[in-house]
């Protein structure tokens, strides 16, 4: 009940509105649409035809209006745009579009296909333009029906109208191919086309493409629109890709019958480069990956062997002619198809080994018989040769010289083959691996290059002491270290390069400091155990030097006079350290007579006055004096020539003689014989005690040199025979007032075939020693180890020194059984236990 003394108005009825204003509104709405389609759209009121379309679906009319609107638009098609369209489809563009006909001139292909094209942009440009008026008209009708209907919204029918009604407009049937067509297949046919002709050279108008492509990126196969099946992805794009199949493999198959390598090389890259701009200016982002892909497969795989094995051009010739940039082309293409590189691995380390073999091929029809410039032993290799001239090469002299070569060729190689790597193929990982291995195979193939390898150092290290600069020295060592680790019998190199090492720092051949620098390089390459012995060596030389010094100074304060006139340099070498051939511990050791050399009486009485000077402070130590290491400076005179009043020999001469110990011992027994007296070399050996092999080599550089020949032989032959006698040659004269005998013991030269074996049996017994430590190291961590086991342990643990053969490990294990290091498990004969 209302409240007292209030009157309430009559409630009015509600009146349902009437539904027949929806045919005025979509009159407005249906001007609009037209005005808005021929471009008269700017006397037309957003506010009013916003409203017009907020009625009607206010008014629940929305089914019917989206209706209108999609029915307007396709009469639209109908009668405006596909007359346009349909005169642009010429009976001669469907022949040259579909049938491909080749009557019609390349330029009047172009024109009639962007002809074509550009009615085909305008009409979608108009088209695109009114639908995104029409969309903003009819923003309600999408955001208050549609949603709730679950529809495609105005703006996404609409534009697909050009969809269906131009894109998928049927032609009818042509006669020539008898298949129906849509206006799609020529727009697909016309965009190839031209593709093609900017392919060949032409221009063409590449903003046409990108914005007849951009188009069908704004189409769907349906009205949801679903991302990927946009009308480039589905329709456009496949066809595309199997064309550009077509074209690349053909285009492929003439540059191999017709071009080289080269050629086929840069026109790849050229053609992917052009295909990511294609992508960019006229085509889609999208594509770029899908293209590349097509040419990677029908321009690089298929017919890759073909191109890597052409005779003049191929990669073997690119390798041996440093093409350096064709190489780089090659690799990047190569990485797109396979990073494996397995097209080019297996090439390259066949080409490594093959130009590797090629050195050695060369060196062995090379005449070395004349020495190279600046080669370190030229001097000493010659007996007495005056400096400066080119004199013959004896037989071990060419070997050494000929090794020398074959590692500065090696290194040669290893310099071309880096510098491709660096240069050409960005330092990859995978073909540094493939390289290493080659340069591994066949230096090790090579069964002297521990030898060579070492040889080479010395030679280096000498003459940088002499003629090069510490910076040219230290480049060539740099390149050298790099050598050791594809030397896989590095025990070897270790063997050699310590008897090298103590004859150049016993007869001072080389700089102290660039020998240490060497050795701290392959300490850092090889690790502490490789150069502990060269260390040691070095250590022994410093102390040496102090002890000298200090002898000397003990020399100065002794009374005697005679003593003081002697300048006796002593090395002092620890035999754990130096090589059994520098310490007398070598095979010619055993071809003389025991007790060692007998000294004149003046070198003992040097030799018992520095011991006493050693021992005052070393107590217990033991020195032995090795003979065949030194050198001795003498001064000799020789008296004027009876009958001689000209000339050098009608005077007396004097002369500073350098040569090795042993010469000295044997020249001085000359000072006791009378004019006119011989001594046969037995009666030498018996008087000097020097081994027979040393005093027939002493001999010969004392008799049989021009330049030093201080002793006459009979007879004279180029040989030192048991029955020869020799005597002082009083005719002797030289124009040097210091003169130099040959000393073979100062000389680095390659070991003959005897030495070889030799070397080789001696580095056998301490490999067998080295495998007999490892063996029971093994054992003794794991106490029961099967044999297969055991030697794949052992070849792991040694590997770093050398490679061990299982035979020499097998026997190794034998011998460890029989001496009860090791036993075999009861009942399994492979199974070995340590016995502690």
């Known amino acids: 009940m209302a409240p007292p003394g209030r009157i309430r108005p009559v409630r009015r009825p509600l009146i349902a509105k009437a539904h027949d204003d929806f045919e005025p509104c979509w009159e407005i709405l249906r001007d609009a649409l037209t005005n808005i389609h021929?471009?008269?759209?700017?006397?037309?009121?957003?506010?009013?035809?916003?409203?017009?379309?907020?009625?009607?679906?206010?008014?629940?009319?929305?089914?019917?209006?989206?209706?209108?609107?999609?029915?307007?638009?396709?009469?639209?098609?109908?009668?405006?745009?596909?007359?346009?369209?349909?005169?642009?489809i010429t009976t001669n563009l469907v022949n040259v579009a579909l049938v491909q006909a080749e009557d019609t001139s390349l330029h009047e292909r172009r024109e009639m296909g962007q002809k074509f094209l550009r009615g085909i942009r305008d009409a979608w440009v108009e088209h695109n333009m009114s639908m995104n008026m029409i969309a903003d008209i009819m923003m309600y009708l999408d955001r208050a029906y549609i949603s709730d209907a679950g529809l495609p919204t105005v703006f996404a029918t609409t534009i697909g109208l050009f969809r269906d009604h131009v894109l998928r407009n049927t032609l009818g049937n042509v006669q020539q191919v008898g298949q129906e067509f849509v206006v799609f297949d020529i727009l697909n046919a016309v965009i190839l086309d031209l593709i093609n002709m900017e392919r060949e050279?032409?221009?063409?108008?590449?903003?046409?493409?990108?914005?007849?492509?951009?188009?069908?990126?704004?189409?769907?196969?349906?009205?949801?629109?679903?991302?990927?099946?946009?009308?480039?992805?589905?329709?456009?794009?496949?066809?595309?890709?199997?064309?550009?199949?077509?074209?690349?493999?053909?285009?492929?198959?003439?540059?191999?019958?017709?071009?080289?390598?080269?050629?086929?090389l840069r026109h790849t890259k050229r053609r992917l480069e052009e295909e990511a701009i294609r992508c960019t200016t006229s085509l889609s982002i999208l594509t770029k990956a899908k293209i590349e892909k097509v040419i990677e497969k029908e321009m690089v795989l298929a017919q890759l062997d073909g191109f890597l094995s052409m005779e003049a051009s191929g990669l073997k010739s690119m390798i041996d002619n440093d093409r350096v940039e064709d190489l780089f082309i090659l690799y990047r293409l190569i990485l797109r198809v396979d990073p494996s590189m397995e097209p080019i691995k297996a090439t390259l380390q066949n080409r490594v080994t093959d130009l590797g073999s090629e050195i050695e091929k060369t060196l062995k029809s090379t005449d070395f018989s004349v020495p190279a410039v600046g080669v370190a032993d030229a001097d000493d290799a010659v007996d007495g040769a005056e400096k400066g001239k080119a004199q013959p090469l004896n037989a071990a002299a060419q070997q050494t010289a000929a090794a020398?070569?074959?590692?500065?060729?090696?290194?040669?190689?290893?310099?071309?083959?880096?510098?491709?790597?660096?240069?050409?193929?960005?330092?990859?990982?995978?073909?540094?691996?493939?390289?290493?291995?080659?340069?591994?195979?066949?230096?090790?193939?090579?069964?002297?290059?521990?030898?060579?390898?070492?040889?080479?150092?010395?030679?280096?290290?000498?003459?940088?002491?002499?003629?090069?600069?510490?910076?040219?020295?230290?480049?060539?060592?740099?390149?050298?270290?790099?050598?050791?680790?594809?030397?896989?019998?590095?025990?070897?190199?270790?063997?050699?390069?310590?008897?090298?090492?103590?004859?150049?720092?016993?007869?001072?051949?080389?700089?102290?400091?660039?020998?240490?620098?060497?050795?701290?390089?392959?300490?850092?390459?090889?690790?502490?155990?490789?150069?502990?012995?060269?260390?040691?060596?070095?250590?022994?030389?410093?102390?040496?030097?102090?002890?000298?010094?200090?002898?000397?100074?003990?020399?100065?304060?002794?009374?005697?006079?005679?003593?003081?006139?002697?300048?006796?340099?002593?090395?002092?070498?620890?035999?754990?350290?130096?090589?059994?051939?520098?310490?007398?511990?070598?095979?010619?050791?055993?071809?003389?007579?025991?007790?060692?050399?007998?000294?004149?009486?003046?070198?003992?009485?040097?030799?018992?006055?520095?011991?006493?000077?050693?021992?005052?402070?070393?107590?217990?130590?033991?020195?032995?004096?090795?003979?065949?290491?030194?050198?001795?400076?003498?001064?000799?005179?020789?008296?004027?020539?009876?009958?001689?009043?000209?000339?050098?020999?009608?005077?007396?001469?004097?002369?500073?003689?350098?040569?090795?110990?042993?010469?000295?011992?044997?020249?001085?027994?000359?000072?006791?014989?009378?004019?006119?007296?011989?001594?046969?070399?037995?009666?030498?050996?018996?008087?000097?005690?020097?081994?027979?092999?040393?005093?027939?080599?002493?001999?010969?550089?004392?008799?049989?040199?021009?330049?030093?020949?201080?002793?006459?032989?009979?007879?004279?032959?180029?040989?030192?025979?048991?029955?020869?006698?020799?005597?002082?040659?009083?005719?002797?004269?030289?124009?040097?007032?210091?003169?130099?005998?040959?000393?073979?013991?100062?000389?680095?030269?390659?070991?003959?075939?005897?030495?070889?074996?030799?070397t080789e049996q001696k580095n056998d017994q301490t490999r067998s020693h080295i495998i007999d430590a490892a063996i029971v190291r093994i054992m003794k961590s794991r106490k029961e180890l099967r044999h297969t086991q055991l030697t794949t342990d052992v070849i792991t643990q040694l590997s770093s020194r050398f490679k061990p053969e299982v035979s020499l490990i097998k026997r190794r294990i034998e011998d460890l059984l029989a001496r009860e290091y090791l036993e075999r498990v009861e009942g399994e004969q492979s199974l070995y236990r340590y016995l502690a």
Not at 55 to 78: C, H, M, Q, T
Not at 209 to 235: F, G, W
Request: hydrophobic letters at 35%; one cysteine or more; glycine letters at 6%.
């Open 404 to 758: 020398i070569k074959w590692v500065d060729e090696v290194l040669k190689l290893k310099d071309k083959f880096d510098r491709l790597w660096q240069e050409c193929f960005q330092e990859d990982l995978i073909l540094q691996s493939a390289i290493s291995k080659s340069f591994t195979d066949f230096i090790n193939m090579f069964n002297r290059s521990s030898e060579y390898v070492s040889l080479f150092i010395d030679d280096t290290l000498k003459r940088g002491a002499r003629s090069m600069s510490e910076v040219v020295v230290d480049g060539i060592l740099d390149k050298a270290i790099v050598l050791l680790p594809y030397l896989s019998d590095r025990d070897m190199f270790e063997r050699y390069y310590q008897k090298h090492l103590a004859r150049r720092l016993l007869h001072n051949k080389s700089e102290i400091d660039i020998e240490k620098d060497m050795v701290s390089r392959m300490k850092t390459e090889m690790g502490n155990h490789f150069t502990a012995k060269f260390e040691g060596m070095f250590k022994d030389m410093q102390l040496s030097k102090d002890l000298g010094e200090g002898y000397r100074e003990h020399i100065r304060q002794l009374g005697d006079v005679d003593t003081k006139k002697v300048d006796l340099s002593i090395h002092v070498l620890t035999s754990n350290y130096w090589p059994p051939e520098v310490m007398g511990r070598g095979s010619s050791q055993d071809e003389g007579s025991k007790g060692g050399c007998n000294y004149p009486p003046v070198i003992k009485r040097l030799q018992e006055s520095f011991l006493k000077y050693y021992l005052k402070d070393r107590s217990g130590r033991v020195l032995t004096w090795v003979g065949s290491a030194g050198t001795a400076d003498i001064k000799c005179v020789f008296p004027k020539v009876p009958g001689k009043e000209s000339g050098p020999l009608s005077k007396e001469r004097r002369y500073e003689l350098n040569v090795s110990t042993y010469g000295m011992v044997v020249l001085m027994l000359f000072n006791d014989l009378a004019e006119g007296e011989s001594l046969s070399l037995e009666e030498i050996q018996a008087k000097t005690n020097i081994p027979i092999s040393d005093l027939t080599r002493t001999l010969a550089s004392l008799s049989i040199a021009p330049r030093t020949r201080v002793l006459v032989k009979e007879p004279a032959t180029k040989t030192v025979k048991s029955t020869d006698r020799f005597s002082f040659n009083a005719q002797f004269a030289s124009k040097a007032i210091k003169i130099k005998a040959p000393t073979i013991a100062s000389l680095s030269k390659v070991e003959g075939e005897e030495e070889r074996k030799v």
């Open 201 to 264: 050279g032409e221009i063409i108008d590449c903003n046409l493409l990108r914005n007849i492509t951009s188009m069908l990126e704004d189409l769907y196969e349906t009205n949801d629109e679903i991302p990927d099946q946009k009308l480039y992805l589905t329709v456009f794009e496949p066809k595309y890709i199997d064309a550009s199949a077509v074209f690349y493999r053909k285009e492929c198959g003439k540059l191999l019958r017709e071009s080289d390598a080269s050629t086929w």
């Open 38 to 88: 021929t471009q008269d759209a700017g006397r037309l009121s957003f506010e009013n035809l916003y409203r017009a379309s907020y009625k009607i679906v206010v008014n629940k009319k929305g089914d019917v209006l989206y209706e209108r609107v999609k029915s307007f638009e396709e009469a639209w098609f109908r009668d405006h745009i596909m007359p346009r369209i349909s005169k642009l």
